[in-house]
Each structure stands twice: as C-alpha cells, then as structure tokens.
C-alpha cells in the first residue's frame, strides 16, 4: 500500500506467523492498523508511513527499526522473543515510542543501533539490552524493569513520563548517564542501591532516590526539577572534574548523606545547598557553595579537602552526637543553629574557621587542641532556658573512647563525648566539669573489663566523686569482679559501677569529677581492668534551690546493721518545710512523688567472709517495690569494701514515715561499718510534676541475649505525659517533646550462679550509651543482687518508646527470677520553666580545655561570647582589630600577643594567666574591667613589652599580680591579694604595692641603682625609688633581703598612695635602708 489505510486482522488463521516484515516503500504514507497481535518470526521495519498498533501486541524475533519516515501510534506490547542477537534502531531525531517493550523467552541479547524509545521497558530473567559500543539512548516513559542485564555503555536513559508512580528496578546493573525530563512525572526505585556511572540529571519532574545508597561517578543536576533524599546516602566517586547542582534552598532540594570518595573534584554551583544529615569527604576536592551550606548532621573529613567557596558552613541539627570534623580544610564563616543540638570539634587536632565562628543554637564542644578564627566570635546568650545560669540547666558526657586501666592508683576520668547539654551553669574541661552554685542531681556509671584470664582472683573497683578534688561519700560506688581463667566455671570479665546524689554546691566555679580506683591486691597476671568505651557517661543536672530538700547523714562510722533493722541518721544536714525526723525515721508532711538518693559505703575488717548487704526503703513499714539494692563484699585479696547506692522517684502519701533498713544476707557482722557522711537526700517534686512510676512484682527473665523488660503494674502516671499499656508492658510511651529523666531499679535471685545482671535504658529500642546499670550476684546465699540508676534522654519526639534492656554480661549466662523491679519517669519541662527542647534559644561553647586562637589580619572584628567561657584565648595578628561587646570569661589564659587594636568596654575575668605584649597605643580599656582571678602568682608582662593603661584592674582572692610601666583608673585589689607594679604610670623608679603583699623568700629591691627585678641600673641609667602603698595594705617582708638605697640626691621614698595608712612588717632576712 502507498496511500491508503490497510487493517492487519489474523483473527481465524491456523498458523499467523511472519518471517520478515516491512511497512511501506519509498513513497508510502499508508497507515497500517493492527486489530490482533503481530507475530514475527524475522525482522521487523517500520520504514514509511504510520503503524497504528492500538493495544495489539507485536513479537519479534529478529531486528527492530524506524525509519526516518515511519512512525508508531500505541502502547501495545512490544515482545523480543527470539535468540542470539538482534538490533533495535530508530532514525528519528526524537524516537518513536514502539510500546511497552518486553526482552523475554529464550536467551538473547538486544542492542541498539540507534537511539530509541519505548512506553516502558522489561528485561527478562536470561536477556540482556545493551546500548552497545555506539552508545546510544533510549527513552522510557513509563516504567523500567530489569531482570537480569542492562549494559549502559556510555549511552543515556531518558525517563520522560509526564504522570506519577513510576517504577524503576535497575537490577543491579549500573545506567551511564540518567537522565528524568517528563514534565509532571514522578519516579522511585525499588530497590535499596543504584549506581550511575555518569550523570544523574533531574531536568523536570519529581525523583525519589533510593533508600540505601546512589553511586554516582559524574555530575548530579536537579536544575528544573525535584529530588527527594529518601534518607539515603548519594555517594560521589569520579575522578574528573564534576559538579553539583540541586537548585535548591537551604530547605528544598536537600541531600541526606552526602559523600565524596573519588580522586576527582566536586563543585557546588549553587549558591546555596543542603545535607539534612551527614558529609563526608573520604577522597577527592570539594568546592563548597558560595553563600551557605546547610548540614543536619556530622561533617567529617578522612580523606581529601574542600574549598570553603567564600560561603558558610552551617550546621542545623536539633540532635545530639553530632562531629565536625575538617581535618587539613578550613572553612570560610562557621555557624551552629540547631536548637538543643550537639556537635563536637576534632578531638585534640587543630582547627581553622578563616571567617566569623557562630553559635545561635545548641551546644558546639570545642577541640582540645587550637580553634583558629580569623573572624569575628558570636556566640548568642540563652533566654527562655537556653543557656542562661538556671535551674533546669544539664550536661550529658559519655566515653566513647577511653580504654584507661583502673589501677591502685586513682583514676580521673573523663567523659570524651558530649551528648547534651543546656544552659551555662555547667563547663566541661576533661576531666572536670565546673558548677555554678546550687543544687544539682548527679548520676555516673562506668563499665569495665578485664583482660586477665591467667587466674580467677577477685577484683574491687570503688567510685567516688571529687568536688574541688577532695573525694566526697555522697555518691560513691563499688563493683566487683571474679575473673575467669578459662576453666570450667561461672566467672566475669566484665562489671559496672556508679553511683547518684544530690548535691549541694555552695560556691560558683566548683569542679566536680569522677575517680575510679581498685582496693583488692589480686595478681593480674599481665592483663588490665579497663573502660569499657559505650556503656558509661555522667548526667548533672541543675535543680531549683527553692524546693524542699531533707538531707540527713551518719556522723561518724557506725556499725552496719542485720535483719532489716533501721539505718539511723544522726545528723540534720538540710530540712526544708515538709520534712521532721526522729533518729531513723523521716516523716514527710505532704503526699506526691519525691526524688530519693543514698548512699551507704561499708567498710570491713579484712576477714575471710563473703558477705552480701542489701537495703530498702518503706513507707509506714512497707515495702517501696523496685527500691532493693545490694553490695557484695568477698574478704578475701583486700575486697574487703561495699556501698549500698539508690536513685529514683516513689509516690509518699500524707504524713508517710520514711526509712531505710539493712539486711546481710550472707556473712558475719562482726568488725563492720558504715562510714562516716553515709546520707540521704529527699527532693518533694514541685506541684505541677509529671511522673510515672511502673512496678514488676513477679516474674522471670533470662536475658542472655538483651532483652526488653516487661513491667506488669503501673503504680502512678501522669497520662498527660505517658502512656502505658495495660497489663504487661516493655515500654513506656512518652506524650510530649521534650527531656525526660528516667530511674531503674532491679534486684535478682538465682540459686547456683555467679552472675552479673546489667541494664540500660533505650529509645526506640536504640541503646543509650551515656548510662547503665548493674550488680554482682554471688548466688550460694550472696544471691539478692540489686541496683538502681538514672540517666536524662533529651529530646524526646512525641510518641518515643522508651525501655530497660537487660543483658548479663559475665562470661557464664544464665537465667535470673526477678522479684522487684521499678522504672520511673519526670518530665522536665513540668518543673522547669523551659528547658532546653522545649522553646530555649541561645548558643553554648564548650572550651574542652582547648585553645582559641584570633589571628584575623582585618579591623573590626568583634568577641561576643554570650555565657560560655573560653578555657585559653589568644590574640594574635599585627593587622588584626577586635572589640569585645560583651562580658567575656577564661578559665584559663588570656593573651594579647599581637594587635592592632583591642578594645574592651566589658568585663574580662581570667581565671588563669593574663599576659599582654601589646603597647598601650593599640589598647583600650577605657570603661572595661580586668579581672584577674587565678588564685596564683605570676606577672602579666614584663618590662621592655606589655604595659598598658586599665579602665579598672580587679585582683580576685588569693591572687598576686605584678605588672610593669602599667596603670589603672581604678584599682579593685581583694584583701587577701595583691598588686606590684613596677615602674607605675611607665615612670621610671615608682613602686606602686596594693593590698597583702608578701614576700618569703630572694632579695626585694628599693634602691636607686638596682631596678624592682635586680637588673643594675649603675653607669646611667641610676633613678630616683618612689614606694607607694594603697591605703590599709600590709606589706610583709620574710626571711629576705630587703635593700633601699638611694644617695642624697636620689633617695629611696616610702609613702602612702594620697591618703591612708598602711602597715610594712619585716621579720627576718637583712634589711639596707
């Protein structure tokens, strides 16, 4: 046919196979319609004219082409059945869609001579489509499913569908370049991985990635069009020269995961882009956009670099745990704005920001090695509960790390990781934190292990926390340990300890810490005990000074008690309104929920017994479920110490008598003692709290592997903030956002057993690490093996199932009977007014002991570090220009090396060395405050560099200052300090001395021709000794040599600075005046 419309009808034909089919000549413009299937068994050409398929489904055995005049109408199927292989082609500059096309039946393999299209693509289980050697393209508009092998060559698939719900499955198999041009259409992957070899373009429509991972070796544009990250991770791996353009904000178009592990370069041709979770450079370059970067999660660099851009990194995560990590890069501006968010700076290497160092929100603990900043320092202050001094304040550290033995020796440990934290009434320099003055609930707990299996002696580790490094009682702990040698028996490798209380911080800038250290005297045989890193952490938190608090201890050591007898506190140490006691016994006025500590450390007198103590606590002489706790003391290789530890929330009834009692359960009383300071503390709940309280009275478990505990009684809840099934249950639903404080006790029975029981909280059944739980069981009559422990989870989601997981961790498992069991909950924001997930703002550094260093080469930087204090800070670039425009705070050092200019209107407390070389020229104090507050004695800079002139020069307590060719205009020198300036107003021969100053010990020289430091002054430069003494200053003189020498014309004066009186004692030593 040349001009007509022909119909192809095989409806009652016996056999209707073609071999080879061809449609129409040089001059056709027919248009053939198929009203039954086409079957051919050789090659089929569509050269002229209009093939009308409809529906009608087309098998071909041989070759597929178009023809530069020869077209299709309809999404029939197009099946390839034949074998071997056969080409697909199409002469159209835009491809004719031929349908859906199927690659099945027997084995073969299709490759394309041209570029093609097709309705949608299938490759059958033992077919392969190749765009062959030419690399040529195919466009789909529908779905594409592979079966078995696509070989992409270096050949384009365009998917241009124009509707949703698209499907592709690549089958493993690698796509060259990918590219999505339908306008309207919406693709997603089925499977959780795809690679592209070159580029992924997204020119219009809506692309959902693949769930796991997207290797891509090109270029990745969604210019036009919509990518969602789908959660995964788009890995980069070229080694040319790439780029990336999402075309998006900082809030659309946004990665997951990025990666760059490649030997090329990457440019973000953005101005702006997101990763809503981590990246990370492993290999190759990366330039970054030029304005800002956005980054939900960590940025760590192994391998490779990047290129700042001229831009801002910004780091936007509402979660803890986050690292930042740039390893030989250095960013251009840096900014943290993550309400309640955490991120942690290298470890210990060094660290460069080139522009302005930011923090509006959440917590950025810094490297302990050096931050350069080459901008200027804002870090925003808290309002609404973010980082203000208040109640509701907290800091969560936890190891991830450190595997330091525990020897004889002490152990200070530190808490490598920070998890959470709010508010500025808590610093953390490893590895002390230091506390503002309150009251605040503390809760430690370390796991560790031993490497010793040469003999199976006992190993004791004590716990104690030092508050301004004297160990205190309160809060102790002890753990205990039978090695395994590998013989046949119940043994351990591994324990836990810890311990809680609250505490009462009387001063600000008190360091508390934690020290672990072992008693026993066993051999370790070549082994260590050791931190376990991931199963341990401290929590502070602040509380509210104004509730009411009883504190009650033992005076001094006192014989334990047996039989569930009475603890009896002989000492009131704190009682607020609500609270009365007679001897043991601890009445409590008003019913609600309390926060209940204690801790019992029981000393021995060395013999052979094991011996095992547990206690409890009753209300009206009835038992508080979930309130048992226990200590094993062996008496044998100096295990000869206990202590008895609890923490948690019970609900008291009016007028309810509160008191522990003691029980041995295995052992001999006899030459046993609580020690001294052994104390309780009791926090009423203010009105408004919201708690929950879950029991387990009966039941078993045996947690060999971690098991998820089920509590069978809810004895209080507040449904306002948590849900709780009825019956059984193994979680607690949590209602609200926010942080929440939880508290779990268990004790456990076993009849022939040495075990040792743990527990840790978890969310959404992923483990906390910051806090567990745990207890030795001898079994054999030591078998009540019980403890309790608490941890804060911060920033809970609305619906966040929060659960005890047990494990035993000794070598040996086996089964436990539990017989009580509580697991209690407080949500903070029902007593604080806005803590830190809850509506906060403000921004909080972390100095981590480190050093930040300005060297910026511009004027007019500024230092505004909000409420977090520096620990060293350093000043130095000649060109450099910085203006503090709030109050600022080093608990170490603070030095001015090199400026151009300094100015400080505020309030500069150096708790550590101040030290300037800096002339006055480029200084100005005028208005602001120096305060120096080290405790110690030091110069602040010597006398050829350095002297300047103070708005107002504070000398803390304790603290002895000396300085040269310096002033002052005013002077605030604390009468247990002092001030030695030498060559004072930068005149020659004047000794100005404020407040105590002592000197014990050399040779203190008055005299005209030795300067104030011994150097001679003889041969010209001789001059003139004023000594000037503040008024009400003593100045004394001991054991020294003591020389005022001055000749008629040059005499030595001592006089008062204006007014006053002041006292000079001199005992001992030679005086020449």
Same mark, same amino acid.
């Given at each position: 046919?040349?001009?007509?419309?022909?119909?192809?009808?095989s409806?009652?034909?016996?056999? +209707?196979?073609?071999?080879n089919?061809?449609?129409?000549?040089?001059?056709?413009?027919?248009?053939?319609?198929?009203?039954?299937?086409?079957?051919?068994?050789?090659?089929?050409?569509?050269?002229?004219?209009?093939?009308s398929?409809?529906?009608s *489904?087309?098998?071909?055995?041989?070759?597929?082409?178009?023809?530069?005049?020869?077209?299709?109408?309809?999404?029939?199927?197009?099946?390839?059945?034949?074998?071997?292989?056969?080409?697909?082609?199409?002469?159209?500059?835009?491809? #004719?869609?031929?349908?859906k096309?199927?690659?099945?039946?027997?084995s073969?393999?299709?490759?394309?001579?041209?570029?093609v299209?097709?309705?949608?693509?299938?490759?059958?289980?033992?077919?392969?489509?190749?765009?062959?050697?030419?690399?040529?393209?195919?466009?789909?508009?529908?779905?594409? @499913?592979?079966?078995?092998?696509?070989?992409?060559?270096?050949?384009?698939?365009?998917?241009?569908?124009?509707?949703?719900?698209?499907?592709?499955?690549?089958?493993?198999?690698?796509?060259?370049?990918?590219?999505?041009?339908?306008?309207?259409?919406?693709?997603?992957?089925?499977?959780?991985?795809?690679?592209?070899?070159?580029?992924?373009?997204?020119?219009?429509?809506?692309?959902?990635?693949?769930?796991?991972?997207?290797?891509?070796s090109?270029?990745f544009?969604?210019?036009?069009?919509?990518?969602?990250?789908?959660?995964?991770?788009?890995?980069m791996?070229?080694?040319?020269?790439?780029?990336?353009?999402?075309?998006?904000?900082?809030?659309?178009?946004?990665?997951? =995961?990025?990666? %760059?592990?490649?030997?090329?370069?990457?440019? %973000?041709?953005?101005?702006?882009?997101?990763?809503?979770?981590?990246?990370?450079?492993?290999?190759g370059?990366?330039?970054?956009?030029?304005?800002?970067?956005?980054?939900?999660?960590?940025?760590?660099?192994?391998?490779?670099?990047?290129?700042h851009?001229?831009?801002?990194?910004?780091?936007i995560?509402?979660a803890?745990?986050?690292?930042?990590?740039?390893?030989?890069?250095?960013?251009?501006?840096?900014?943290?704005?993550?309400?309640?968010?955490?991120?942690?700076?290298? +470890?210990?290497?060094?660290?460069?920001?080139?522009?302005?160092?930011t @923090?509006?929100?959440?917590?950025?603990?810094?490297?302990?090695?050096?931050?350069?900043?080459?901008?200027?320092?804002?870090?925003?202050?808290?309002?609404?509960?973010?980082?203000?001094? +208040?109640?509701?304040?907290?800091?969560? /550290?936890?190891?991830?790390?450190?595997?330091?033995?525990?020897?004889?020796?002490?152990?200070? +440990?530190?808490?490598?990781?920070a998890?959470?934290?709010?508010?500025?009434?808590?610093?953390?320099?490893?590895?002390?934190?230091?506390?503002?003055?309150?009251?605040?609930?503390?809760?430690?707990?370390e796991?560790?292990?031993?490497?010793?299996?040469?003999?199976?002696?006992?190993?004791?580790?004590q716990? /104690?926390?030092?508050?301004?490094?004297?160990?205190?009682?309160?809060?102790?702990?002890?753990?205990?340990?039978?090695?395994?040698?590998?013989?046949?028996?119940?043994?351990?490798?591994a324990?836990?300890?810890?311990?809680?209380?609250?505490?009462?911080?009387?001063?600000?800038?008190?360091?508390?810490?934690?020290?672990?250290?072992?008693?026993?005297?066993?051999?370790?045989?070549?082994?260590?005990?050791?931190r376990?890193?991931?199963?341990?952490?401290?929590?502070?938190?602040r509380?509210?000074?104004?509730?009411?608090?009883?504190?009650y201890?033992?005076?001094?050591?006192?014989?334990?008690?047996?039989?569930?007898?009475?603890?009896?506190?002989? $000492?009131?140490?704190?009682?607020?309104?609500?609270?009365?006691?007679?001897?043991?016994?601890?009445?409590?006025?008003?019913?609600? /929920?309390?926060?209940?500590?204690?801790?019992?450390?029981?000393?021995?007198?060395?013999?052979?017994?094991?011996?095992?103590?547990?206690s409890?606590? $009753?209300?009206? =002489?009835?038992?508080? *479920?979930?309130?048992?706790?226990?200590?094993?003391?062996?008496?044998? $290789?100096?295990?000869?110490?206990?202590?008895?530890?609890?923490v948690?929330?019970?609900?008291?009834?009016?007028?309810?008598?509160?008191?522990?009692?003691?029980?041995?359960?295995?052992?001999? @009383?006899?030459?046993?003692?609580?020690?001294e300071?052994?104390?309780? *503390?009791?926090? *009423?709940?203010?009105?408004?709290?919201?708690?929950?309280?879950?029991?387990?009275?009966?039941?078993?478990?045996?947690?060999?592997?971690?098991? #998820?505990?089920?509590?069978?009684?809810?004895?209080?809840?507040?449904?306002?903030?948590?849900?709780?099934?009825?019956?059984?249950?193994?979680?607690?639903?949590v209602?609200?956002?926010?942080?929440?404080?939880?508290?779990?006790? $268990?004790?456990?029975?076993?009849?022939?057993?040495?075990?040792?029981p743990?527990?840790?909280?978890?969310?959404?059944?992923?483990?906390?690490?910051?806090?567990?739980?745990?207890?030795?069981?001898?079994?054999?009559?030591?078998?009540?093996?019980?403890?309790?422990? !608490?941890?804060?989870?911060?920033?809970?989601?609305?619906?966040?199932?929060?659960?005890?997981?047990?494990?035993?961790?000794?070598?040996?498992?086996?089964?436990?009977?539990?017989?009580?069991?509580?697991?209690?909950?407080?949500?903070?924001?029902?007593?604080?007014?806005?803590?830190?997930?809850?509506?906060?703002?403000?921004?909080?550094?972390?100095?981590?002991?480190?050093?930040?260093?300005?060297?910026?080469?511009?004027s007019? #930087?500024?230092?505004?570090?909000?409420?977090?204090?520096?620990?060293?800070?350093? %000043?130095?670039?000649?060109?450099? !220009?910085?203006?503090?425009?709030?109050?600022?705070?080093?608990?170490?050092?603070?030095?001015?090396?090199?400026?151009?200019?300094?100015?400080?209107?505020?309030?500069?407390?150096?708790?550590?060395?101040?030290?300037?070389?800096?002339?006055?020229?480029?200084?100005?104090?005028?208005?602001?405050?120096?305060?120096?507050?080290?405790?110690?004695?030091? #110069?602040?800079?010597?006398?050829?560099?350095?002297g300047?002139?103070?708005?107002?020069?504070?000398?803390?307590?304790?603290?002895?200052?000396?300085?040269?060719?310096?002033?002052s205009?005013?002077?605030?020198?604390?009468?247990?300090?002092?001030?030695?300036?030498?060559?004072?107003?930068?005149?020659?021969?004047?000794?100005?001395?404020?407040?105590?100053?002592?000197?014990?010990?050399g040779?203190?020289?008055?005299?005209y021709?030795?300067? %104030?430091?011994?150097?001679?002054?003889?041969?010209?430069?001789? /001059?003139?000794?004023?000594?000037?003494?503040?008024?009400?200053?003593?100045?004394?003189?001991?054991?020294?040599?003591?020389?005022?020498?001055?000749?008629?014309?040059?005499?030595?004066?001592?006089?008062?600075?204006?007014?006053?009186?002041?006292?000079?004692?001199?005992?001992?030593?030679?005086?020449?005046?």
């Open positions: 046919a040349t001009t007509t419309s022909e119909t192809i009808d409806t009652g034909a016996t056999l +209707a196979l073609f071999n089919v061809t449609f129409g000549s040089s001059t056709s413009i027919s248009n053939w319609s198929l009203t039954t299937a086409l079957d051919i068994d050789g090659d089929l050409a569509v050269n002229e004219g209009v093939l398929r409809g529906l *489904e087309i098998s071909v055995a041989g070759d597929l082409s178009t023809g530069l005049n020869g077209s299709w109408t309809g999404v029939g199927t197009t099946t390839f059945d034949g074998n071997g292989t056969s080409n697909w082609s199409d002469a159209h500059l835009t491809p #004719e869609n031929v349908g096309v199927v690659i099945d039946g027997s073969k393999t299709i490759s394309l001579a041209g570029n299209a097709a309705e949608s693509v299938s490759i059958g289980a033992d077919d392969i489509l190749s765009a062959s050697a030419s690399d040529y393209d195919i466009t789909v508009y529908q779905d594409w @499913i592979n079966n078995n092998t696509f070989l992409a060559q270096q050949g384009t698939v365009f998917f241009g569908a124009t509707s949703t719900n698209k499907t592709i499955i690549a089958g493993g198999d690698s796509f060259y370049d990918l590219t999505f041009n339908g306008v309207g259409g919406a693709w997603s992957f089925s499977e959780a991985n795809l690679s592209v070899t070159n580029n992924f373009t997204v020119s219009t429509g809506t692309v959902t990635m693949p769930t796991g991972t997207t290797t891509l090109g270029s544009s969604s210019v036009g069009g919509t990518f969602s990250h789908n959660n995964a991770t788009l890995l791996t070229s080694g040319g020269v790439e780029t990336l353009a999402a075309s998006g904000t900082p809030f659309t178009n946004a990665f997951y =995961n990025l990666t %760059f592990n490649g030997s090329g370069s990457w440019t %973000f041709t953005d101005t702006n882009a997101t990763t809503s979770n981590d990246f990370r450079i492993q290999s370059t990366a330039t970054f956009p030029s304005g800002e970067l956005s980054i939900g999660g960590s940025l760590v660099e192994t391998g490779g670099g990047f290129n851009g001229n831009g801002t990194v910004k780091f995560s509402a803890q745990g986050n690292l930042v990590d740039p390893d030989n890069s250095s960013f251009n501006n840096l900014t943290f704005d993550g309400p309640n968010g955490g991120w942690s700076l290298p +470890a210990s290497n060094n660290m460069t920001v080139l522009g302005d160092f @923090i509006a929100s959440g917590t950025a603990t810094s490297t302990s090695g050096t931050l350069f900043v080459g901008g200027s320092w804002n870090i925003t202050a808290g309002v609404g509960g973010g980082t203000s001094a +208040a109640p509701g304040d907290y800091l969560i /550290r936890r190891n991830d790390s450190d595997t330091a033995s525990v020897t004889t020796a002490n152990l200070n +440990a530190g808490w490598d990781t998890v959470a934290s709010n508010g500025s009434s808590i610093s953390y320099s490893a590895p002390t934190s230091t506390l503002a003055a309150g009251k605040y609930l503390v809760m430690y707990s796991r560790f292990d031993t490497t010793d299996i040469t003999n199976n002696q006992r190993v004791e580790i716990s /104690r926390l030092l508050i301004d490094g004297l160990a205190t009682t309160t809060g102790a702990g002890q753990t205990y340990v039978r090695k395994e040698d590998g013989s046949a028996g119940d043994w351990q490798r324990a836990i300890v810890g311990g809680s209380a609250i505490i009462n911080i009387s001063n600000d800038d008190t360091e508390l810490a934690t020290r672990f250290y072992r008693t026993d005297s066993s051999s370790d045989g070549g082994g260590t005990t050791d376990t890193p991931g199963w341990g952490g401290m929590t502070i938190l509380l509210d000074d104004s509730w009411n608090y009883a504190r201890n033992v005076s001094g050591e006192t014989a334990t008690v047996d039989t569930f007898n009475e603890v009896v506190w002989d $000492q009131t140490a704190e009682e607020d309104t609500g609270f009365s006691r007679t001897g043991a016994n601890i009445t409590i006025t008003n019913a609600g /929920r309390y926060l209940v500590t204690y801790t019992i450390p029981i000393t021995t007198d060395g013999g052979s017994d094991r011996t095992e103590y547990i409890k606590i $009753q209300l009206d =002489n009835t038992d508080v *479920e979930g309130s048992y706790v226990s200590t094993y003391i062996r008496e044998n $290789q100096s295990t000869d110490d206990g202590v008895l530890s609890y948690g929330i019970i609900n008291v009834s009016a007028s309810d008598v509160l008191d522990i009692k003691m029980d041995m359960t295995d052992g001999t @009383i006899t030459g046993h003692n609580m020690e300071g052994s104390s309780i *503390e009791i926090l *009423e709940l203010p009105s408004g709290n919201e708690t929950i309280i879950a029991e387990a009275t009966t039941g078993e478990m045996n947690p060999v592997t971690l098991t #998820e505990f089920a509590w069978d009684t809810t004895a209080f809840i507040d449904t306002d903030a948590f849900t709780m099934g009825a019956g059984t249950d193994s979680y607690v639903d209602d609200v956002d926010g942080d929440y404080l939880f508290f779990a006790a $268990q004790q456990t029975t076993n009849g022939g057993t040495r075990t040792f743990s527990a840790r909280f978890s969310v959404n059944d992923v483990i906390s690490s910051s806090t567990s739980g745990g207890q030795f069981n001898r079994s054999g009559g030591a078998d009540q093996g019980g403890f309790a422990f !608490g941890g804060l989870l911060t920033n809970l989601s609305a619906g966040d199932d929060i659960s005890l997981e047990n494990i035993y961790i000794e070598v040996d498992r086996a089964a436990q009977t539990l017989n009580h069991g509580a697991m209690s909950g407080l949500r903070l924001g029902s007593v604080f007014s806005a803590p830190a997930s809850e509506g906060s703002t403000g921004g909080t550094f972390i100095a981590n002991g480190g050093l930040v260093e300005f060297d910026s080469s511009d007019g #930087e500024t230092i505004n570090p909000g409420n977090s204090h520096f620990y060293d800070v350093v %000043f130095d670039n000649a060109s450099g !220009g910085w203006t503090l425009s709030t109050d600022a705070t080093s608990t170490n050092n603070f030095i001015l090396t090199n400026v151009s200019d300094f100015t400080n209107t505020q309030t500069v407390e150096v708790q550590g060395e101040f030290s300037t070389a800096v002339a006055s020229t480029s200084t100005t104090w005028t208005g602001g405050v120096l305060y120096l507050n080290s405790e110690t004695d030091y #110069e602040i800079n010597n006398k050829l560099t350095g300047d002139d103070y708005g107002t020069l504070q000398v803390g307590a304790n603290t002895d200052i000396s300085m040269w060719n310096s002033s205009t005013v002077y605030a020198v604390d009468a247990s300090s002092s001030l030695y300036s030498q060559d004072h107003y930068a005149t020659d021969g004047y000794l100005n001395i404020f407040g105590d100053y002592n000197r014990t010990s040779t203190e020289y008055w005299s021709a030795t300067d %104030f430091d011994g150097t001679d002054l003889s041969g010209g430069s001789e /001059r003139q000794t004023n000594v000037y003494i503040e008024n009400s200053s003593v100045v004394t003189i001991t054991d020294t040599f003591l020389e005022g020498i001055g000749t008629s014309t040059a005499s030595t004066t001592v006089q008062n600075r204006g007014s006053g009186t002041y006292t000079v004692n001199i005992s001992g030593g030679t005086t020449t005046l």
